[in-house]
Every structure is written in C-alpha cells, then in structure tokens.
C-alpha cells in the first residue's frame, strides 16, 4: 500500500500563514495611514504661521506643512488631497494652522485662503474681557469694552487714514448705544 503524505496540508498551512502575515501587514499599514490621516490627541494650542510661496503646486504645500510641523507625512498627504480633491490653494501667509493637525483640518485652512497682505492679526486669547469663559454682566464689561473698541480703533485709524472716527466708543455713556 502507498504510504500517505501530508504534502497538501503542509501548502495549505504555508498559504494559510502566508495569507495571516499578509493581513497583519495590511492591518498594520491602515492603522498607520488612520494615524497619519487624523493623529491622536488635541492639536497644537499655539498657532502656526505658514507662507506658502507663489507657484507652489499642491505636492510642493505638502512639503511646506511637513516641514512647519503641521502635518506628519507630506506623501500621504498628497495622496489623501488627491482622493478628497482638494485644492487650488492659494499662496501667501496662513496663520490659523496649528501642530499636529489632522488632514482635513489642515484643508480648511487652506481653503479659508491667506491672510491679505497688510493684514494686522489680532488674537484675543480666552478667559480675556473679549473672550470669556464664563458670561457676565454685561454692564460689567461696558466701560472697558469701550475704552478697548477705541484702542482698536486708534490703531485702525493709524493703519489707514479712512477708518479714523471723530469720537471714541466711550465718550459718552449712550453713544454704543445710540446708534450714531
């Protein structure tokens, strides 16, 4: 009698380990890419500011972002604006970017478009008189609310001659009110 070989269960497990090598690595690589795509924890809380020179093309943004530390991966990147279509962005100088930031995160900014040229940026931190946590009182807040309206504005009227007003919000108790 022929003897029996357990030759087709030996391929059967070779395939069998091969096809598990094979789906581990596929697993490994989309937890990466997912990682890449949106990474874990919150976004840098400072903002990041970019310029974006003139004639870059969207490959050359995605290098720019890497190397301002906004995103991780410029390649998968460049791969995930081409399947979510994204872009003609604009050049200039971008300043709501911030570290870490996911990938449809970082599009929203550059479809927001640059900051114009000249622009004056002007934050207003939370937990500020202008930016609460927590409401108030608003007669609270009317004097000093006024005296800073004329500070910007000063600086508006300083900036360009046009914005300059004949009298300051604070002047009189009932013209932020009066509508004149």
């Given at each position: 009698?022929?003897?029996?070989?357990?030759?087709?269960?030996?391929?059967?497990?070779?395939?069998?380990?091969?096809?598990?090598?094979?789906?581990?690595?596929?697993?490994?690589?989309?937890?990466?890419?997912?990682?890449?795509?949106?990474?874990?924890?919150?976004?840098?809380?400072?903002?990041?500011?970019?310029?974006?020179?003139?004639?870059?093309?969207?490959?050359?943004?995605?290098?720019?972002?890497?190397?301002?530390?906004?995103?991780?991966?410029?390649?998968?990147?460049?791969?995930?604006?081409?399947?979510?279509?994204?872009?003609?962005?604009?050049?200039?100088?971008?300043?709501?970017?911030?570290?870490d930031?996911?990938?449809?995160e970082?599009?929203?900014?550059?479809?927001?478009?640059?900051?114009?040229?000249?622009?004056?940026?002007?934050?207003?931190?939370?937990?500020?008189?202008?930016?609460?946590?927590?409401?108030?009182?608003?007669?609270?807040?009317?004097?000093?609310?006024?005296?800073?309206?004329?500070?910007?504005?000063?600086?508006?009227?300083?900036?360009?001659?046009?914005f300059?007003?004949?009298?300051?919000?604070?002047?009189?108790?009932?013209?932020?009110?009066?509508?004149?």
């Amino acid at each position: 009698m022929p003897r029996h070989t357990s030759g087709g269960r030996r391929v059967l497990a070779v395939f069998a380990a091969a096809l598990a090598a094979l789906g581990l690595t596929l697993a490994v690589a989309v937890f990466w890419i997912s990682r890449q795509i949106d990474p874990p924890g919150e976004q840098g809380e400072e903002p990041v500011e970019v310029v974006i020179p003139a004639g870059t093309s969207r490959d050359g943004i995605a290098d720019v972002l890497a190397d301002a530390g906004v995103i991780n991966s410029p390649s998968i990147f460049r791969t995930y604006v081409r399947w979510k279509q994204g872009g003609p962005w604009q050049a200039g100088k971008y300043t709501e970017f911030r570290a870490d930031s996911s990938y449809s995160e970082a599009i929203a900014v550059l479809d927001e478009g640059p900051v114009p040229p000249d622009a004056s940026i002007v934050r207003i931190p939370e937990g500020t008189l202008l930016k609460p946590l927590k409401p108030a009182a608003l007669s609270c807040r009317t004097h000093a609310l006024g005296r800073i309206f004329d500070v910007l504005g000063g600086l508006l009227g300083q900036g360009n001659p046009a914005f300059m007003c004949a009298a300051g919000f604070s002047d009189s108790p009932h013209f932020m009110y009066s509508g004149y």
